[in-house]
């Protein structure tokens, strides 16, 4: 049978990746309180592709990733990426997983327990001999704007917020601990279940803990910094505005091979403001 992938082009064009996209596939990931949660992914696979090479082979990544473990953590990927390499005879590998992650939360006064979902990715890329790996955690969280307290008589606007956070690791870190990493940087964390009790709790610790995107991306930075497992990092927090039409956000990122961020002591406070919002 004619083999048309392997057939020679001679259009001089090299294919920086050529693969498939957005296959479900079910996987196992490491869980801080049950020891695996079985979860769906939306992956990515690719190679790089020879100039002389007509095309891949499809395939072989389907083939690839129904060979692995269903479990997908830091400490594997690297090996689906040498599969990847040795079976499509590439230079370069790169594999994307897109999956939600739920984590248990108790209200905070009745304990009432719900199920809250955050959004995870593993990006990996194998360049050659060189690995790299970014995790990137979405966690939704709450913002009060100090601007809103400060200038009214009562009551201050509050809304949902995410935050974002992108890491290179040289340490496992449960995904639990990037969502504690968020809830610390809000003005109050979010639940998904929250009766009358804790409705009240919350109101009132965020209207206590008001913060600009300015405020949580900062607090979030410090907390990157102060991990040691953390080698590098970009955190954002995005602000979905209840009385504006339009998002606050706010980004930092820092190499820590290379570079530093101002201890605590030296960081400036975020500026007032002195307008609405």
């Known amino acids: 049978m004619r ?19 957005d296959i479900s596939w079910p996987i196992s990931v490491p869980d801080r309180t049950n020891g695996t949660q079985e979860t769906v992914a939306q992956v990515s696979l690719s190679v790089s592709l020879p100039q002389d090479y007509r ?22 990927m690297e090996g689906l990426l040498v599969t990847l390499k040795e079976r499509l005879k590439a230079r370069d590998a790169h594999a994307v997983f897109d999956f939600p992650y739920f984590i248990t939360k108790a209200a905070p006064v009745s304990g009432a327990k719900g199920r809250l979902r955050c959004d995870v990715r593993f990006d990996a890329a194998l360049r050659g001999d060189d690995f790299d790996l970014v995790t990137t955690v979405t966690s939704p969280i709450q913002t009060l704007c100090p601007c809103s307290k400060e200038i009214s008589q009562f009551g201050a606007h509050n809304q949902r917020a995410h935050a974002v956070m992108e890491v290179r690791l040289a340490g496992f870190v449960w995904l639990e601990e990037f969502v504690q990493m968020a ?87 975020s500026p007032r403001r002195t307008e609405e919002g």
């Open 3 to 21: 083999d048309v992938q392997n057939e020679t082009d001679n259009r001089n064009m090299a294919i920086d990746r050529v693969g498939i996209r």
């Open 183 to 269: 809830d610390d940087c809000a003005s109050a964390p979010i639940y998904s279940l929250l009766k009358r009790e804790d409705e009240k709790y919350v109101t009132e610790r965020a209207y206590e803990n008001p913060r600009f995107v300015e405020d949580s991306v900062r607090e979030l930075a410090l907390a990157m910094q102060a991990d040691e497992r953390v080698v590098w990092y970009r955190v954002s927090v995005t602000s979905h505005e209840s009385i504006h039409n339009h998002d606050a956000f706010a980004v930092i990122e820092r190499d820590k091979r290379t570079g530093s961020i101002p201890s605590r002591e030296n960081l400036p406070c």
């Open 55 to 76: 095309g891949t082979h499809m395939s072989r990544f389907v083939e690839v990733l129904g060979a692995q473990e269903k479990r997908v953590t830091f400490h594997n």
